[in-house]
């Protein structure tokens, strides 16, 4: 099950959402698609590729190989975590 670390600032900027971590001063945006995979959150990894799929007409290893991208670059700067 992924999760967001609890102390990320999030401002919503209507076409991309912006994440702070107030720790190490680190901002990251994220597009529409990384918006839905964090609103998403908590969920597993077959969650999240299922509603990439579904909301973006993906094809089933193309939305897990997206969202799986998108877990492992905000899970590297502490924005996320596996629980």
């Known amino acids: 099950m992924w ?4 102390d990320i600032l999030v401002t919503d900027l209507g076409d991309e959402l912006v994440l702070m ?3 190490g001063s680190l901002m990251f945006s994220l597009n ?8 998403s959150l908590p969920a597993s990894a077959d969650t999240l590729a ?4 579904t909301t973006y ?5 193309q939305a897990r190989a997206d ?3 998108v877990l492992d670059d905000l899970a590297a700067r502490r924005l996320v975590k596996l629980v």
């Open 57 to 61: 007409g993906l094809g089933a290893a």
């Open 3 to 6: 999760t967001a670390n609890p």
């Open 50 to 53: 299922q509603r990439l799929q």
């Open 32 to 39: 529409a698609a990384g918006r839905l995979l964090w609103q």
């Open 21 to 23: 971590d107030p720790q």
């Open 67 to 69: 969202s799986q991208a």
